[in-house]
């Protein structure tokens, strides 16, 4: 999503200043805007300082890997992403009297006991499970937010971002999202692997819609110190979107199940009435055209190079190699 926003804020004539240290992000989706003179690259950690000169009127902190794969390599990463370097966002907004807006999470409220879910419930989280190191390290960053903005004064929006899809969302392999990996599997005959029944239900967002949904967070007043979910509120089953994904495809891959990961929510909906009323936002590209759109991307160029590789786990690797 970050090379994303950068697009649109250049096309709206901003001058950009994208800052990452390729963990997992990929350098390819940010190289057209290389050469724009309102376009610069940081490679840094958030988690380590840094001094920004140039006069800054927006800090958006979109920093953290969010693939529940990667929990069990990289907690301590996770952790310091949305937390230090949350705190170092922070600083440098503050010291350019700049608003912040923090990209939170719809898995702040864990496996939520209110289903659809408004902003004002507090969560069903475990914090020294599996997914402990991500829930609890954006409800840390959320009260990082509203601790600046308290005693700093600072202008913050928090977005709880649901499922968010779309060209350029990185696959590989065993990190892959949802959405990705089962396009993947579909475009190379392979199995779709869902983990429980696919009765577990989500709320997939197209990329577009995201996107305005944080940009109007960001630009409007009347949204100063809002926490806001920006998310589709059509529930969708993991499996109805397998079952679409194979019908866009056609492919021929057969389904397979595994047992539900530990934690795994089982329902995600969202309340976006604040979305409507503060912002005019609302979902507008339905998930079966959203698909389509990805899936076209994806045949053309969404498959892993060898130097996206970069910091996977060597065993890892080996795994995705005996499953393709």
């Known amino acids: 999503m970050g090379s994303w926003m950068c697009d649109v804020l250049i096309d709206y004539g901003a001058r950009v200043i994208c800052i990452d240290n390729l963990a997992s992000g990929l350098k390819s989706n940010i190289a057209h805007l290389m050469n724009s003179e309102n376009f610069s690259f940081i490679e840094h950690n958030i988690s380590k300082p840094l001094f920004v000169e140039d006069r800054l009127d927006l ?17 301590i990463e996770i952790l310091k992403a949305n937390t ?37 419930y507090y969560g069903n989280v475990n914090a020294i499970g599996p997914r402990g190191c991500y829930d609890e390290a954006k409800r840390c960053g959320e009260a990082y937010v509203a601790a600046y903005k308290i005693q700093h004064g600072l ?101 397979e199940y595994s047992p539900l990961p530990q934690d795994d929510p089982l329902r995600r909906k969202p309340v976006i009435d604040r979305a409507r009323d503060i912002l005019g936002w ?24 060898p130097e996206d590789q970069e910091g996977i786990p060597p065993e890892d690797l080996q795994a995705q190699k005996q499953v393709a």
Not at 59 to 75: I, L, Q, T
Not at 211 to 218: F, S, T, W
Not at 290 to 300: C, H, K, M, N, V
């Open 59 to 75: 800090v958006v902190h979109m920093a953290s890997r969010a693939s529940p794969f990667e929990f069990k390599h990289y907690p």
């Open 84 to 120: 230090i370097g949350l705190m170092n966002s922070l600083g440098i907004a503050k010291k350019h009297g700049a608003r912040l807006l923090y990209t939170s999470t719809s898995e702040i409220y864990g496996n939520p006991l209110v289903v659809p879910t408004p902003e004002s």
């Open 155 to 255: 202008d913050t929006r928090t977005a709880r971002i649901f499922n968010t899809y779309g060209p350029r969302m990185r696959f590989d392999g065993i990190y892959g999202r949802a959405i990705p990996k089962f396009i993947d599997q579909a475009l190379h005959g392979l199995p779709i692997t869902i983990f429980g029944d696919g009765s577990q239900t989500r709320s997939f967002t197209y990329l577009t819609d995201q996107i305005e949904g944080l940009l109007k967070l960001a630009a409007l007043d009347r949204a100063k110190g809002c926490v806001i979910n920006i998310g589709d509120d059509k529930e969708t089953t993991v499996l109805e979107m397998a079952k679409l994904v194979l019908k866009l495809t056609n492919s021929r891959s057969v389904i």
């Open 282 to 305: 609302k979902p507008k590209v339905v998930l079966e055209a959203g698909l389509a759109r990805t899936i076209e991307w994806y045949r053309a160029e969404g498959f892993m190079k």
